[in-house]
């Protein structure tokens, strides 16, 4: 188990930078978050009606070997 950071957010992460940007018109944003270093990702999809872009390359069966960034967005019905 990982013990919380100083004030329990992703920023505590070492190695970890984190940006977003919102457009409170058409109700959506962005968020990236950039390794320092490569590093090795998983997904876990939940949620009614989630909807992903090329998660499938992070499948065990698929040969991702790392990762840079993470892109996390919205805009749909449901977020």
Same mark, same amino acid.
């Given at each position: 188990?990982?013990?919380? @950071?100083?004030?329990?957010?992703?920023?505590?992460?070492? @190695?970890?930078?984190?940006?977003?940007?919102?457009? /409170?018109? *058409?109700? #959506?944003?962005?968020?990236?978050?950039?390794?320092?270093?490569?590093?090795? /990702?998983?997904?876990?999809?939940?949620? @009614? /009606?989630?909807?992903?872009r090329e998660t499938d390359l992070l499948e065990?069966q698929n040969s991702v070997q790392e990762i840079h960034?993470?892109? *996390? #967005? @919205?805009? #749909?019905?449901?977020?």
């Amino acid at each position: 188990m990982f013990r919380a @950071g100083p004030r329990n957010l992703i920023t505590d992460v070492a @190695g970890l930078r984190v940006g977003n940007a919102a457009d /409170a018109r *058409l109700k #959506s944003g962005v968020t990236a978050l950039l390794c320092d270093d490569p590093a090795v /990702a998983g997904v876990q999809v939940l949620g @009614g /009606a989630p909807g992903t872009r090329e998660t499938d390359l992070l499948e065990p069966q698929n040969s991702v070997q790392e990762i840079h960034a993470i892109v *996390l #967005s @919205g805009g #749909s019905a449901f977020g």
